[in-house]
């Protein structure tokens, strides 16, 4: 019998990019869904409210990944769904599975390097203390939201992700308009840090995972992160086009507000540690391979 998994999150870019593979290794792949249920392949949940530990009970691994996308002005009504879509919905689903008859072998859990704040070009590992910020304190709230999980037992692994490069959207959805129109550039003076991971290596980072005894938190990023300046550079040739609008700092907090400040303008050089202990293989080490990469696919 085929080993059984539980995905939240299943439809985000990296949901639809890890489904297809996790089938293709032999998992019998179960979703959970808003909503109705519509067959065995799904289970209902309201992240917001408690989950009856029987309905995630006889699961040999649980993938977490739901959350309200970070992209958008952060309004107070933007920045408490952000936090509750995180930290409720994981210490929802952390109790169930911590009260279930059947509990999974592991509980791979989303978070952020948002977790470390802006840090200049310090070097980060995954021993780097939590940031200030929004969104260090989210991501602090939300791998403490697992705990549960974590005391029953389960290994849990916190999946510390960077910029994911997808052509099914995200953060590389959003740049692609502008860049192809000629309309790209840096932000701000370009220096800061983009830590960032094509979508196949994330999705390979997770079988890694699954299949290694790591917990604890993960740094999923790529070996070599980029300079903001070389990173729009890099996008640019990669499309033919130029890159010749910068936008000013002061711009993309007056547009974006805290999110441009956190997001746009801040810097994290983040490294993989765990990844490369563990011997996990990287399909794309190098920005301009990726990008490459993903124009093809």
């Known amino acids: ?25 032999g998992w019998y792949v179960v979703r959970l869904v808003r909503g109705q249920a519509e067959d065995d392949g799904q ?24 959350g309200e996308s970070i992209f958008g002005r952060w309004t107070a009504a933007k920045k408490r769904k952000i936090r509750d879509s995180r930290v409720v919905g994981t210490a929802n689903l952390a109790g169930a599975l911590a009260h279930a008859e059947q509990k999974p072998k592991v509980l791979v859990c989303g978070s952020a390097i948002g977790y ?12 780097s203390a939590a940031g200030t910020g929004f969104l260090a304190e989210v991501c602090r709230e939300w791998e403490e939201a697992a705990t549960p999980a974590v005391q029953a037992g389960i290994r849990t692994a916190h999946l510390r992700t960077g910029i994911v490069l ?45 299949k290694s005894d790591q917990q604890g938190p993960v740094n999923m990023v790529a070996p070599r992160p ?49 990844l490369i202990a563990g011997g996990y293989p990287f399909r794309y080490r190098e920005l301009r391979a990726s990008l490459e990469g993903m124009m093809r696919r």
Do not use: C
């Not at 019998?1 to 290794?25: E, H």
């Not at 200049?120 to 590992?125: H, I, N, R, W």
């Open 226 to 274: 980029v300079r903001n300046a070389e990173f729009a550079a890099t996008l640019a040739i990669v499309l033919g086009r130029p890159a010749i609008l910068p936008m000013p700092g002061f711009a993309a907090k007056l547009v974006f507000g805290e999110m441009g400040e956190e997001l746009l303008l801040g810097s994290q050089k983040v490294e993989p540690g765990k």
């Open 1 to 25: 019998m085929n080993s059984r998994v539980l995905v939240s999150g299943a439809s985000g870019p990296i949901g639809a990019a890890l489904l297809p593979s996790l089938k293709a290794s």
């Open 166 to 210: 997808s052509p099914k959207g995200g953060a590389l959805g959003a740049m692609l308009l502008p860049f192809k129109m000629g309309l790209g550039g840096r932000t701000g003076d370009g220096r800061q840090w983009m830590s960032w991971i094509d979508v196949q290596d994330m999705v390979g980072g997770i079988h890694h995972i699954l």
């Open 116 to 127: 470390y704040g802006n840090r200049g070009d310090e070097a980060l590992s995954e021993q």
């Open 43 to 66: 289970v209902s949940w309201d992240p917001g409210a408690p989950i009856a530990p029987e309905a995630v009970s006889g699961f040999d691994a649980v993938i977490h990944l739901a």
